[in-house]
């Protein structure tokens, strides 16, 4: 088990710096180079990434930069070896040359249709944005008709009342035919008949 230890030496810094760097190059990650540094000096991988990301990291950025130039340039190696190793175009057939053109204009159409999409997905994000705002003023509109037809009510609802009255009871009466049309009845003869 591993033990909190105090202080860093010198020679633990320059150990974690050159194991950073050297994963840098390589392609790998820091984690790794701090998880081989801390087996080495008996300290957590935690512990090695605090002190090189609090520490050591700004006083070397000029050999970052550099470890990380070298990656990229012996990748560019390694691409560079497998399109040398690969048949040139030329050498090809000519049906294969062909099939090949074909896959290319295929992809470049693919590439036109993706712009179509993002410009229809676009418009689309607009409508939407508009419908938006039209939702809301038709919400609003619809509150404003739903508090008219309260009132409305309320008030017919009042007229009917004052209808009943007992006060009320002389009253003209109307029944409505089936056709439409109102005319006057007497309370006493139909109970039917309805009050305007």
Known sequence: ???????WTGR????????????????STQLNAFEEVGDLV????AACGFRWNSC???ENQALISAAKKERYSKRKEEEQKKSVSQKPASNYPQEELIKRMEQWILALSKKTELTDLEKRCEAAEQLAIRLEKENEQLTGQLKELEEDYRVLLFLIEKARKLGTDEQDQNATVFKMETNGNLYRLDRKTDENAVEL
């Open 1 to 7: 088990m591993k033990q909190r230890q105090d202080g």
């Open 12 to 27: 633990e810094d320059q150990l974690l710096k050159e194991k950073v760097l050297h994963h840098i190059r390589n392609g």
């Open 42 to 45: 008996n300290r957590t991988a």
């Open 56 to 58: 050591l990291r700004k």
